[in-house]
C-alpha cells in the first residue's frame, strides 16, 4: 500500500494523478502546480524527472491495492503514455475520482490496427491499409496497394522504432519476424508527401474542444528533429488539417490533450498517419509559444476546467529535440551555459538519469518574427548541449 507524505495538504483545489514519471509527467504536473493544485505521480521505477516533485512514488503500478491507495483523494487520474495501467486502475478507482483518457480510448489508440479500423468507420482520411496476419498477406496487400509498404508494429513502437519500408515481396520474411506479433502486422500504402504535420486538440469530457496551430514536423533518422509552428501551407489547407485533427479525436472520444500527426500529400490531400493520446513531442513549443501550453491545457481538459487559448504568442516558434549521443551515466552538463546564451533560447533539460544514442533528453524552444531567423536560433541553442 502506498503512504502519502504527511505534509500532503488537501485544498479546496483539485489534486491531479499522474501516471508516469517521465517527461510528460513532470510537465503536466509543473502546469498543475502553478495553478495551485496537488499532485501525486505514481511510477514503476525511478525514470528521473518525477523526482522533482515530493509527491512522486514508485511501485508496481500493476498492483490494483496500489492504484486504488493512488487515486483516492485524487480529482482526477491522467497518463503520461497510453501503456499507463489506466485498465487496471478502472475497475478499482474511486467514484469521485475521474479518469481521463478512459481506458477505452486507450485501447482504441494503443493497437495501430485497432486505432485505424476505429477512424476508417468514422471516415477519416487514411493511407490506404491493410492489417495482415501472415507473411502471405503482407505480399498480397503489396500487390494490392502497390509497393513499396510500409509496416508498422501494431504496439510498442515510437521513434523509428517498430516500423519497416519493405520495397518487395522477397523481404517481407525478414521485416516480419523482426515486427509481427501474436495477431500480425499493420500494412500502409507508401505516401509520397510533401511534409508531416500534426496538430494537438484539447478536449473536455463534454466534447468541447480546442485546436492548437498546425506545425510542420522534420525527422532525421525517424526521429523527430524540429517543429515549425505554424506550418508553411495555405490557410484553407491548415484549418482542413485542424478540422480532420478534431474529428479523429471525436472518433476516439478522447478528453485531455492528444495529438494528431498527418501527411500533407503532392496532390493537396491530408492524411491521419497516427493519434497519441497524450501531450506529445510536437507540442513542446507550446510551452513558450503559444499562451497556454499543451501540458495546461491537457490538467484543464482532463479536470474538466475552461480550455485556455491555443494562438501563437510571436510570428513564429521553432521547437528542436536535444539527443543523447553517448551512453552512460550520469548525463554530463557540456555546453549547456553557452546554450543559455543564446538569445531568446528557451533550454528545457529533462533530468532523465541516464543517456542513451538517441534518446530524447530536453528540447530547445526559440521565438521570432520569421521561419529562418528563429530556427537558426534555436539549432544554435541545442547544437551546444552535449549530454
Given at each position: 500500500?502506498l ?21 510528460l509527467?513532470?510537465?503536466m ?120 509498404l ?24 525478414e ?9 500480425g ?42 517543429v ?24 476516439v ?18 492524411l ?5 493520446p ?9 510551452i513558450e ?99
Amino acid at each position: 500500500m502506498l503512504s502519502h507524505s504527511p505534509d500532503f495538504v488537501v485544498t479546496s483545489f483539485p489534486t491531479l494523478g499522474i501516471l508516469g514519471g517521465g517527461q510528460l509527467g513532470k510537465m503536466m504536473a509543473a502546469e498543475a502546480v502553478r495553478l495551485g493544485m496537488g499532485v501525486r505521480l505514481l511510477a514503476p521505477k525511478d525514470a528521473g524527472p518525477m523526482q522533482a516533485y515530493a509527491h512522486a512514488t514508485t511501485a508496481d503500478w500493476t498492483d490494483p491495492d496500489i492504484l486504488r491507495d493512488f487515486a483516492t483523494g485524487c480529482t482526477a487520474v491522467t497518463v503520461e503514455s497510453e501503456w499507463a495501467p489506466a485498465d487496471v486502475l478502472a475497475p478499482v478507482c474511486p467514484e469521485d475520482t475521474a479518469l481521463w483518457p478512459s481506458p477505452q480510448t486507450l485501447g482504441w489508440i494503443r493497437h495501430k490496427g485497432v486505432q485505424n479500423d476505429r477512424l476508417a468507420a468514422h471516415d477519416l482520411p487514411l493511407p490506404s491499409y491493410r492489417c495482415c496476419a501472415t507473411p502471405d498477406e503482407v505480399r498480397a496487400a503489396g500487390e494490392a496497394l502497390g509497393w513499396p509498404l510500409m509496416l508498422k508494429q501494431y504496439e510498442g513502437s515510437y521513434d523509428g522504432y517498430g516500423n519497416r519500408l519493405v520495397e518487395r515481396p522477397d523481404e517481407v520474411d525478414e521485416a516480419w519476424n523482426d515486427l509481427a506479433a501474436d495477431d500480425g502486422v499493420l500494412a500502409e500504402q507508401c505516401i509520397d508527401f510533401v511534409r508531416e504535420l500534426a496538430v494537438q486538440i484539447a478536449r473536455r469530457p463534454n466534447g468541447t474542444s480546442v485546436a492548437y496551430p498546425v506545425v510542420h514536423t522534420e525527422q532525421r533518422d525517424h526521429r523527430c528533429h524540429a517543429v515549425v509552428a505554424p506550418a508553411p501551407m495555405a490557410d484553407d489547407l491548415a484549418e482542413e488539417a485542424q478540422a480532420i485533427a478534431r474529428d479523429a479525436i471525436d472518433a476516439v472520444e478522447g478528453v485531455g490533450l492528444l495529438a494528431v500527426e498527418l501527411f500533407e500529400t503532392r496532390d493537396g490531400a491530408i492524411l491521419v498517419n497516427e493519434i497519441a493520446p497524450r501531450p506529445h513531442n510536437t507540442g513542446h513549443y507550446t510551452i513558450e509559444g503559444c499562451v497556454t501550453s499543451q501540458f495546461e491545457n491537457h490538467v484543464r481538459a482532463v479536470l474538466d476546467l475552461p480550455l485556455g487559448a491555443t494562438d501563437l504568442v510571436a510570428p513564429y516558434a521553432v521547437m528542436v529535440n536535444v539527443l543523447g549521443q553517448r551512453e552512460g551515466t550520469p548525463p554530463r552538463a557540456d555546453g549547456w551555459k553557452q546554450a543559455l546564451q543564446v538569445p531568446g533560447a528557451h533550454v528545457h533539460i529533462y533530468g532523465k538519469p541516464d543517456v542513451r544514442p538517441h534518446r530524447k533528453m530536453g528540447h530547445v524552444t526559440a521565438l521570432g518574427d520569421t521561419a529562418t531567423e528563429t530556427r537558426t536560433r534555436a539549432e544554435e541553442a541545442a547544437e551546444q548541449i552535449i549530454l
